[in-house]
Antibody, heavy 118, light 107 residues
Framework: EVQLVESGGGLVQPGGSLRLSCAAS????????MSWVRQAPGKGLEWVAN????????YYVDSVQGRFTISRDNAKNSLYLQMNSLRAEDTAVYYC???????????WGQGALVTVSS | DIQMTQSPSSVSASVGDRVTITCRAS??????LAWYQQKPGKAPKLLIY???SLQSEVPSRFSGSGSGTDFTLTISSLQPEDFATYYC?????????FGQGTRLEIK
C-alpha cells in the first residue's frame, strides 16, 4: 500500500523558515517524480514544486521561486520542502504527492498545515 | 500560464442523478487533463487521468471526456459518497494548474 506521511508543519512568523518532510513507503520511491501541492484555508489547490527521480530537475511555481527548495533522499525514501522567507500568503495545507511522467498526481499524503502569522 | 475554468462552481443533485462538470482550458492542452475528488479535511483523490482514463479502483460511474480546451467529468448515477468538491488540472505545460473547484451538494 502506498503511504505518504508529511511532517514538520506548524506556526511560524513572517520571514521565518520551516522544513517539511514526506516519508514514502509501499512503492519504489526512486522511480517517481514527486511534488508538493498546497491548499490555502477554504481555497483551491495550487501546485508548488516538483522534482525528478534523480533530483537533478526541479521546478517551482513563480510565487515561491527563490524562497522554497525541493529536495529528496532516495536512500531514505523521503521528500523535503525547505521554506524560507515565509509570508502570510504561504499559509496552507501542504501535500506531498507522487507524480506520473507528466504532472498528474496519483497518490497524496494527508497534508501538513503551515501557518505564517505573527 | 494556462488558466483552468470549471463550471458550475457548485451544483445540487440527488442520489441517482446524472451530473456533468465542465472544465475549460485557456489554450489547448491535448488530452493532458486530470480530475480529482476532495472530501472535507481529506487529501484529493485522483479519479481520471489523460482526460478519459479511469484511475485504478475508481468506480465506473465516473467518466471523463474531451480534448483540446473543453473537458467533462460525468457521474452517471450519484451515490451518497460522491458528494464532494471536484477539481480539474492541466498537465500539458508548466506550471500545472487546477480549476477553482466544483462543489457537489446534496439536494
Amino acid at each position: 500500500e502506498v503511504q505518504l506521511v508529511e511532517s514538520g508543519g506548524g506556526l511560524v512568523q513572517p520571514g521565518g523558515s520551516l522544513r517539511l518532510s514526506c516519508a514514502a513507503s509501499g512503492f519504489i520511491f526512486s522511480s517517481y517524480w514527486m511534488s508538493w501541492v498546497r491548499q490555502a484555508p477554504g481555497k483551491g489547490l495550487e501546485w508548488v514544486a516538483n522534482i525528478k527521480q534523480d533530483g537533478r530537475e526541479k521546478y517551482y511555481v513563480d510565487s515561491v521561486q527563490g524562497r522554497f527548495t525541493i529536495s529528496r533522499d532516495n536512500a531514505k525514501n523521503s521528500l523535503y520542502l525547505q521554506m524560507n522567507s515565509l509570508r502570510a500568503e504561504d499559509t496552507a495545507v501542504y501535500y506531498c504527492a507522487t507524480s506520473m511522467e507528466v504532472p498528474m498526481f496519483d497518490y497524496w499524503g494527508q497534508g501538513a498545515l503551515v501557518t505564517v502569522s505573527s | 500560464d494556462i488558466q483552468m475554468t470549471q463550471s458550475p462552481s457548485s451544483v445540487s443533485a440527488s442520489v441517482g442523478d446524472r451530473v456533468t462538470i465542465t472544465c475549460r482550458a485557456s489554450q489547448g492542452i491535448s488530452f493532458w487533463l486530470a480530475w480529482y475528488q476532495q472530501k472535507p479535511g481529506k487529501a484529493p483523490k485522483l479519479l481520471i487521468y489523460a482526460a478519459s482514463s479511469l484511475q485504478s479502483e475508481v468506480p465506473s460511474r465516473f467518466s471523463g471526456s474531451g480534448s483540446g480546451t473543453d473537458f467533462t467529468l460525468t457521474i452517471s448515477s450519484l451515490q451518497p459518497e460522491d458528494f464532494a468538491t471536484y477539481y480539474c488540472q492541466q498537465a500539458n505545460s508548466f506550471p500545472p494548474a487546477f480549476g477553482q473547484g466544483t462543489r457537489l451538494e446534496i439536494k
